[in-house]
């Protein structure tokens, strides 16, 4: 009875590569988020989706693309991986934009 | 925009004994607050929030903060703490106005680690 699950929970890859990471949420919320977690424990949000629409687009390079088939999934694909990009990423949902965000258990990705 | 500043990057303390964790925020406009906690190895999970009503908001597990609007902090406190507090916590702070360009983004301080001995 996860509540915001991530797959997959460690990813390693080669620069270049193209990845992609899948969240899904059972609490029926409407937004969804994507958040990248740096080596410093920095926590920065990329997007937000609002009932399959974005809302929230931060200054994230062009080759990170989210894709939202539903309410209750919200995908973050990544193209051209890069050594930079290595990071935890964690998904978040909450019932609207003004409600608490629950969040995912991380993914922790890291490029070679 | 909108900023968080958690003061201490790592608090050590003994079990047993009480601790504050600081933080600061700025914002134009009235916010909501928020703490954190990331245990080693886990995501992150939601200790207790600020939205409206009394100022002083307390967790299960005998953690509280306090909104001041005056002095633009939401301070962590707990009168006595446990090994199994150890962890990472993190303050966040989001904007209560609806329709807002950065409405839902939460921006989040640096973190705190807080280490707890015996």
């Known amino acids: 009875d996860t509540a915001v699950s991530q797959t997959p929970k460690y990813l390693v890859t080669q620069m270049g590569n193209d990845k992609s990471i899948k969240c899904e949420q059972n609490?029926?919320?409407?937004?969804m988020y994507w958040y990248k977690q740096d080596s410093k424990k920095f926590l920065k949000i990329m997007f937000s989706y609002n009932n399959k629409e974005l809302i929230i687009n931060e200054t994230v390079p062009n080759r990170f693309s989210p894709k939202s088939p539903d309410k209750a999934h919200l995908n973050l694909h990544i193209n051209s991986l890069e050594l930079g990009d290595s990071a935890v990423y964690f998904c978040?949902?909450?019932?609207?934009?003004?409600?608490?965000?629950?969040f995912g258990p991380g993914t922790r990705l890291t490029v070679l | 925009a909108q900023s968080v500043t958690q003061l201490d990057s790592q608090v050590p303390v003994f079990e047993e004994a009480p601790v504050e964790l600081r933080c600061n925020y700025s914002?134009?406009?009235?916010?909501?607050l928020f703490w954190y906690v990331q245990y080693p190895n886990q995501g992150l999970q939601l200790l207790l929030k600020y939205l409206s009503g009394s100022t002083l908001v307390e967790s299960i597990n005998g953690f509280e903060a306090e909104f001041n609007k005056s002095q633009t902090s939401f301070h962590l406190r707990k009168p006595s703490v446990h090994i199994s507090d150890t962890a990472e916590y993190f303050c966040?702070?989001?904007?209560?106005?609806?329709?807002?360009?950065?409405?839902?983004?939460?921006?989040f301080g640096q973190g705190t680690i807080l280490t707890v001995h015996p």
């Open positions: 978040a949902s909450s019932l609207g934009p003004s409600d608490t965000q629950y």
């Open positions: 914002s134009s406009v009235s916010v909501y």
């Open positions: 966040a702070v989001r904007d209560s106005v609806a329709g807002g360009t950065s409405y839902g983004k939460l921006t």
């Open positions: 609490l029926g919320h409407d937004t």
